[in-house]
């Protein structure tokens, strides 16, 4: 049994218990013990050497003649209350001088984490952001202006872009709060779902904006500003000579064509309504996997009822073709799903969608 004082661990010397003859644990207290003999010197008692690395002998405390870091090896690995936290973190005295890098990275990276109450000040909180970027200048006189369908546009740019995309998370967070599943969410799983249904929600607006108004081959977004499968159309000079033009020249019709053929396209084609993009935000939200657990039966209530509202608007307005109609709506959900992949893969690589 261990001893119930405590002055052994204590102690100013490191002085480890061993094994008496007699099977008692005692301590070692004299110059004269096996545990304070002098390198070089040998006991009379632990001849043979620690029996794990041979080398000497500090203790028997495990029944075997053990040296001093066979022992702290093996009260480390087998109490992990012995790890102490400098094990972990790092250097005992760390410098605490940090240079300006250091510095900026640690600004960065708290600003991109800044902790959002999606219950309070979410909504403040993303117009605010987006109040700063109206205060940034939009480039005006170097870029030119299109006329599509008999209205001025000019080519988006990173700005534009990423305006619309907080303007679409604003939307989005309004639009799924209205039900009872979404508020009922954790603060973690609103901004889990905002991630994606932010990016649909804004899809949709532009989609439907895009059918509306935009000409073949461009795609709006709700400032009106454009994006065309050919990059360098509207692109101002110096940016169409910077190196990595030729590049983003391969991939930005991706996006531009993606987009359009899995939402402008068949919005126009469908001719889709205010109505029917109401359907696809809700239908969308309410049925990303893995989200609404907890609240699964209240959110199929909702998207049930939903669907049911859609057939029968399809009815009313398309009596011959009402459940085609309906088919065909619903399945515009996975064109979507489609398009936001694009979405994210441009956001790689685009000027326009560089700083998202």
Known sequence: MPPTSESHWFSASPIAPIMS?????TYGGTSSSPELSPPGTSSTQFDDGCAVCGDRVNGKRYGAPACLGCIKCYTVGMKASAIQRRDVM??????????PIKQEIHREFFAAHETVNLDGDLYAHLHRKVGADATMPICRTSCPYLKLNGTNHRR?????????LKLGLIDAATWGNQFEPFRRLSTEDKKHILTEFGFTFMLVDQGFKTAQKAEEGF??????????????????????KKENAATKAKLH??????????????????QID????????????????????EHSDAARDISNRCMQELMDYAQRKHPDAAAERFGT?????????CSINALYNQTRVSDSLCTI
């Open 329 to 337: 709506v619903i399945l515009l959900t996975s064109s979507i799903r």
């Open 253 to 270: 019709p991706l996006f531009v064509n993606e987009s359009l053929n899995c939402v402008g396209y068949p919005f126009r084609t469908l």
């Open 219 to 240: 795609w709006l977004l709700q400032n009106d500003t454009f994006m065309h499968e050919d990059y360098f159309l509207g692109l101002p000079e110096d940016d169409a």
């Open 156 to 164: 988006a740019r990173a700005q534009d872009v990423n305006s619309m």
């Open 274 to 293: 205010e109505f029917e993009c109401a359907v696809l935000k809700t239908v969308l939200l309410l049925t990303q996997q893995g989200i609404f657990k």
């Open 90 to 99: 790092g250097p005992r005295k760390p410098k605490t001088k940090e240079t």
């Open 21 to 25: 003859s007699g099977g008692l644990m």
